[in-house]
Protein backbone atom coordinates (compact mmCIF):
# COMPACT_ATOMS: atom_id res chain seq x y z
CA UNK A 1 0.00 0.00 0.00
CA UNK A 2 1.21 3.70 -0.95
CA UNK A 3 -0.44 6.99 -0.10
CA UNK A 4 1.67 9.79 -1.76
CA UNK A 5 0.64 13.50 -0.71
CA UNK A 6 1.15 16.65 -2.39
CA UNK A 7 0.49 20.04 -2.53
CA UNK A 8 2.47 21.44 0.69
CA UNK A 9 4.04 24.87 0.12
CA UNK A 10 4.32 28.34 1.35
CA UNK A 11 1.32 30.89 1.83
CA UNK A 12 0.68 33.93 3.70
CA UNK A 13 -1.64 34.31 6.44
CA UNK A 14 -5.43 34.17 4.99
CA UNK A 15 -4.64 32.14 1.56
CA UNK A 16 -5.62 28.63 0.71
CA UNK A 17 -3.62 25.08 -0.21
CA UNK A 18 -5.30 22.27 -1.90
CA UNK A 19 -3.61 18.79 -0.02
CA UNK A 20 -3.64 15.91 -2.34
CA UNK A 21 -3.15 12.05 -1.59
CA UNK A 22 -3.14 9.44 -4.15
CA UNK A 23 -3.10 5.89 -2.94
CA UNK A 24 -2.37 2.52 -4.40
CA UNK A 25 -2.78 -1.30 -3.53
CA UNK A 26 -5.58 -1.31 -1.05
CA UNK A 27 -9.67 -1.03 -2.25
CA UNK A 28 -9.36 2.41 -1.77
CA UNK A 29 -13.49 2.77 -0.75
CA UNK A 30 -13.43 0.08 2.23
CA UNK A 31 -11.25 3.04 4.05
CA UNK A 32 -11.97 5.86 5.90
CA UNK A 33 -9.26 8.63 4.91
CA UNK A 34 -7.97 10.81 7.16
CA UNK A 35 -6.03 14.05 7.25
CA UNK A 36 -3.52 14.61 10.07
CA UNK A 37 -1.04 17.36 10.99
CA UNK A 38 2.15 17.53 13.33
CA UNK A 39 3.58 20.83 14.61
CA UNK A 40 6.95 21.65 15.29
CA UNK A 41 7.05 20.44 19.23
CA UNK A 42 3.67 18.89 19.00
CA UNK A 43 2.13 15.46 18.48
CA UNK A 44 0.37 14.69 15.48
CA UNK A 45 -3.80 15.50 15.63
CA UNK A 46 -6.15 15.01 13.68
CA UNK A 47 -7.61 17.36 11.25
CA UNK A 48 -9.81 15.69 9.04
CA UNK A 49 -11.63 12.12 8.05
CA UNK A 50 -14.28 11.04 5.55
CA UNK A 51 -16.05 7.82 5.14
CA UNK A 52 -15.33 5.20 2.45
CA UNK A 53 -18.43 6.73 0.14
CA UNK A 54 -17.63 10.60 0.93
CA UNK A 55 -20.96 11.07 2.63
CA UNK A 56 -19.31 11.72 5.91
CA UNK A 57 -16.64 13.98 6.91
CA UNK A 58 -15.44 15.13 10.50
CA UNK A 59 -13.50 18.12 11.52
CA UNK A 60 -11.12 18.72 14.12
CA UNK A 61 -13.11 22.46 15.65
CA UNK A 62 -9.60 24.21 14.79
CA UNK A 63 -10.08 23.45 11.04
CA UNK A 64 -14.22 23.36 10.48
CA UNK A 65 -15.77 26.18 8.62
CA UNK A 66 -12.24 26.82 7.18
CA UNK A 67 -11.06 23.03 5.74
CA UNK A 68 -12.83 20.85 3.46
CA UNK A 69 -12.07 17.05 2.76
CA UNK A 70 -13.37 15.66 -0.25
CA UNK A 71 -12.42 12.28 -2.45
CA UNK A 72 -12.73 10.73 -5.40
CA UNK A 73 -12.83 7.14 -5.51
CA UNK A 74 -12.79 6.62 -9.16
CA UNK A 75 -9.43 8.16 -8.84
CA UNK A 76 -8.34 6.65 -5.22
CA UNK A 77 -7.39 10.25 -4.29
CA UNK A 78 -8.65 12.46 -1.10
CA UNK A 79 -7.83 15.91 -1.00
CA UNK A 80 -7.90 18.80 1.88
CA UNK A 81 -8.91 22.05 0.58
CA UNK A 82 -7.67 24.94 2.91
CA UNK A 83 -8.81 28.05 3.31
CA UNK A 84 -8.26 31.15 5.46
CA UNK A 85 -4.99 29.80 6.44
CA UNK A 86 -3.59 31.00 9.53
CA UNK A 87 0.38 30.80 11.05
CA UNK A 88 -0.84 28.31 13.55
CA UNK A 89 -1.75 25.83 10.45
CA UNK A 90 1.33 25.14 9.62
CA UNK A 91 2.97 22.00 10.11
CA UNK A 92 3.33 18.52 8.30
CA UNK A 93 0.43 17.47 6.79
CA UNK A 94 -0.21 13.83 6.06
CA UNK A 95 -2.73 11.46 4.75
CA UNK A 96 -3.86 7.99 6.57
CA UNK A 97 -5.98 5.26 6.14
CA UNK A 98 -7.86 3.21 7.82
CA UNK A 99 -10.01 -0.26 7.61
CA UNK A 100 -13.76 -0.06 8.44
CA UNK A 101 -14.58 -1.41 12.14
CA UNK A 102 -11.78 -0.71 14.13
CA UNK A 103 -10.44 1.75 16.15
CA UNK A 104 -11.51 5.57 16.20
CA UNK A 105 -11.00 8.07 13.11
CA UNK A 106 -9.52 10.34 15.45
CA UNK A 107 -6.48 8.43 16.66
CA UNK A 108 -3.74 8.42 14.89
CA UNK A 109 -2.71 4.89 15.90
CA UNK A 110 -5.79 3.64 14.87
CA UNK A 111 -4.97 4.00 11.08
CA UNK A 112 -3.58 1.34 9.37
CA UNK A 113 -1.59 2.90 6.67
CA UNK A 114 0.27 6.36 5.78
CA UNK A 115 1.67 8.62 3.59
CA UNK A 116 5.27 10.54 4.19
CA UNK A 117 3.68 14.01 4.60
CA UNK A 118 3.88 17.11 2.95
CA UNK A 119 5.01 20.80 4.64
CA UNK A 120 2.77 23.03 5.16
CA UNK A 121 4.06 26.96 6.01
CA UNK A 122 1.81 29.96 6.98
CA UNK A 123 2.87 32.99 7.37
CA UNK A 124 2.19 36.00 9.28
Known amino acids: VQLQASGGGLVQAGGSLRLSCAAS????????MGWFRRAPGKEREFVAA????????YYADSVRGRFTISRDNAKNTVSLQMNSLKPEDTAVYYC??????????????????WGQGTQVTVSS
Open 96 to 113: AAKRYGRGSIYRPDDYDY
Open 25 to 32: GLTFSNYY
Open 50 to 57: ITGGGGST
